[in-house]
């Protein structure tokens, strides 16, 4: 070999060698087992040295293999690494914020300051004053000791699992770096513990775990340790990635997940009438967050929602890639116990991560559990960092709280025995993604938690009603001093209840202009939300039933799928009609008082006597229809209250009344209250009475 020369570019840059190999008879087919292992004979040691140090780009520094070496080795015991590894791989780290106490005083007004800094990370930590001690109630003997939660057992064993699917799809690739990339946990119901007996649990597990890691190391390196010392977090999230990423024996570990704070017991104090203690009011009380004026859950009577749940995790177990339901806010607490480990990938991202986590198991995806054991696909933060998608890392002291901003995906762990609780809430700049969240349900045929029309209905509701308060007592109540920018031509209120009633609009006109109309009675939806038969659409606006069926609704899109019956026995069920509608719609975009006036008006007659119905389609209604349309001069808007008030209020001037001043938009006047008593003059009984008490005064 050495005195055979290749031509210029032939070089191989691979070792071979070429020798002499005799078979015969039966043993021509045969190869020795060594052979097969090593690519050598047991006489062939002497010639692979010679031939690994003549190659030129090997570097001569490395010890070579002797003999011993090239025996065969159990393939027990032979572990399939990855070259690119995801040890070399740092996270980017999400913000923490440090509020001052008068920051820290009005919750939500602080999470929409740090929305621009901390939305892209998908997560941030907020480390609250000093002065913050909230009492843990889970502490308290009573919970500690007899109130017990359901957990789950997760079983960390790499790619072993029963699913045969998942079976198939890691057995049929030979390459062992797709084979690494697809990691399992099963996951099955666990037994119920109260706090103490699982605080127990968690900490032996946890102690055992590392000491006998510690001895296994100590052995191999000859010097173990006098004192084993308590692992730091940074040692634990090395240890639950090899967990994750290149399991060598499989572990078990128990979690509770989601247990109900209303049955189970919050770990903050709960509110009460006649204590005003500041860890009761506050909306840092979990307890509180959901229902805080400025959330629009707080329009909602979804308790299910909008109560708190807790999580007692011990060391390792998991809270797997997740985002949450509604793409609502969340608001964790680490109540006590050892830190959480977060990572996320933020909501502008979410396209890209979903298709990551297709493309390695497309035959799993929505597949239902079997036998009570579920296996779930865990991919490692660091490797989906490897494929380009942006995560970031966050560590959960106790007495943190962490902010999960809308449609975020997240992952977490636990480093130790630990109480966290979380809420969810939703401030106005939920509405797109709530927007998003209806649509995305609609097209899976998925049923919503929440009704979004009813939220954003109330919601713009609610601000109409705050500015005709305001322009008669300038009283900025809460829900006025948090949703008065959102109004106007640009506000994000009025684009956002404009683009949907425009979609209601063509709805009618076109799926329904030929049924006979009806207005929703006080009983259509007293019980519970309604929803489309077909494609669980939330159907607060508008709906379409049949006499055949009195229980079941479709949306109009589906009306067809609705029953068999001919067109004439179908109803078509209305909250609102379109004119009525507009009348919000211009109050909220242009603020004007006649159509804030207008709407407050038909809102109470609709609330006083929800059950007027008209045999005509709902543009063609005699009650609603008298009202006068809302104009857009200042002419026709001041004409319009006059007829109004000389109809309700004869002794009061309309000069007395609007305070008009020349050269003035009508947009712009305030009302000039009529009595320190009265502030809010919205029937025509209480306007009567102060322009009595006016004249006579």
Known sequence: MNK????????????????????????????????????????????????????????????????????????????????????????????????????????????????????????CCVVPPPSWKPPCLLKEKKMWEASNFGTQVQLFDGIHTENPKVKKEVDMGSDDAAVEEVKFC????????????????????????????????????SSPSLKSEEPTVADIEKEYRQLVE?????????????????????????????????YRTSGWNLNNTAKLPGSLLSFEDCESICAPRLSV?????????????????????????????????????????KATMKSLTPEISGEQPKNGIDSVMIMSPYKLSMEGIPVTRCVQNPGQYVIIFPGSYYYAFDCGFNCLEKANFAPLDWLPHGEIAVLRNQEKSKKSLISYDKLLLTA??????????????????????????????DGLLSNIFQSRMKQEKNRREFLTSSLESQRMDESYDAVSKRECCECFWDLHLSAVKCSCSPDRYSCPSHMRKLCACPWDKKIFLYRYTIDELNYLVEALASKKLSCMYQWVRINQEYCASPAMTSSQPEDKGKKVDEVMPCNDSREDDVAGIKEQVKRKVKARSMAEM??????????KEHLVPCSKKSNKPSDSSAVNNTAKKQKHG
């Not at 572990?251 to 509110?271: A, C, E, H, K, Q």
């Not at 060391?315 to 609502?328: A, G, P, V």
């Not at 109409?464 to 949703?483: D, G, H, I, N, V």
């Not at 305070?659 to 003035?664: A, R, Y």
């Open 246 to 278: 290149s399991p060598l024996v499989e572990i078990g570990v128990v979690y509770g997940n989601d247990i109900d704070t209303r049955t189970f017991g919050s770990g903050f104090p709960l509110p009460a009438p006649s204590e005003s203690c500041k």
């Open 313 to 353: 995790g011990m060391c390792f177990s998991s809270q797997f890639w997740k985002s949450e339901k509604e793409r609502l806010y969340t608001l964790c607490y680490l109540h006590e116990g050892a830190p959480r480990v977060w990572y996320s990938v933020a909501g502008c991202h979410r396209s890209k991560f």
């Open 460 to 489: 713009a509701s609610e601000v109409a009603k705050c500015l005709k308060e305001y322009t008669f007592s300038k009283r900025k109540t809460a829900w006025y001093m948090t949703l008065n920018d959102s109004c106007g031509k």
């Open 186 to 221: 099963n996951i099955q119901r666990g037994p119920t513990f109260p706090l103490g007996k699982f605080k127990d649990l968690a900490v032996s597990f946890k102690r055992d775990h590392f000491k006998i890691k510690d001895e296994v190391l100590g052995s191999k390196n």
């Open 4 to 123: 055979l020369s290749a031509p210029p570019g032939f070089v191989s840059q691979t070792a071979f060698m070429l020798r002499n190999v005799h078979r015969d008879g039966e043993n021509s087919r045969s190869v020795s087992r060594q052979e097969q292992t090593t690519g050598f004979g047991t006489d062939d040691a002497d010639n692979f040295k010679r031939v690994f140090t003549e190659r030129p780009w090997i570097v001569q520094d490395h010890t070579t293999p002797s003999s011993e070496a090239l025996k065969a080795k159990k393939s027990e015991v032979r572990m399939r690494r990855r070259l690119n590894t995801s040890e070399a791989q740092v996270l980017e780290e999400a913000p923490v914020f440090n509020p001052t106490e008068e920051e820290f005083s009005d919750t939500l007004s602080y999470i929409a300051s740090l929305r621009d800094r901390a939305e892209p990370y998908g997560i």
């Open 658 to 667: 609007l305070n008009v001043k020349k050269g003035k938009n009508d947009a």
